[in-house]
């Protein structure tokens, strides 16, 4: 199964690391597969996608300077390319 990395803040985290017994991987797989459903069930504009993703990611997204989104895109694409050029296929 592939692995994604996610990035929580500090107290979401604490509070998150009060409840051990909760499979954390398990609540994200399965929150990841609602959005998918409502989003593949039905045509969503930007602003509809938006919305479902939350004022916080909107007020994050629109606070970010073009410059700090094109340094991350460009670290994301590095890691990308190198995971996938290290990746031996099975045969």
């Known amino acids: ?3 994604i990395t996610l990035s929580v803040p500090p107290d979401l985290y604490r509070r998150m690391k009060k409840h051990p017994g909760i499979k954390w991987s398990e609540v994200a797989r399965r929150a990841i597969a609602e959005y998918l459903a409502k989003i593949e069930a039905e045509e969503l504009s930007s602003d509809e ?3 479902l993703l939350g004022e916080d990611f909107r007020k994050e997204l629109e606070s970010m300077p073009v410059e700090e989104y094109e340094k991350a895109l460009k670290k ?3 890691a ?3 995971r996938l050029s290290t990746h031996q296929r099975p045969d």
Request: charged share 25%; proline share 8%.
């Open 49 to 51: 996608l938006l919305s």
């Open 1 to 3: 199964m592939p692995n």
């Open 76 to 78: 994301t694409r590095g």
């Open 80 to 82: 990308e390319w190198k």
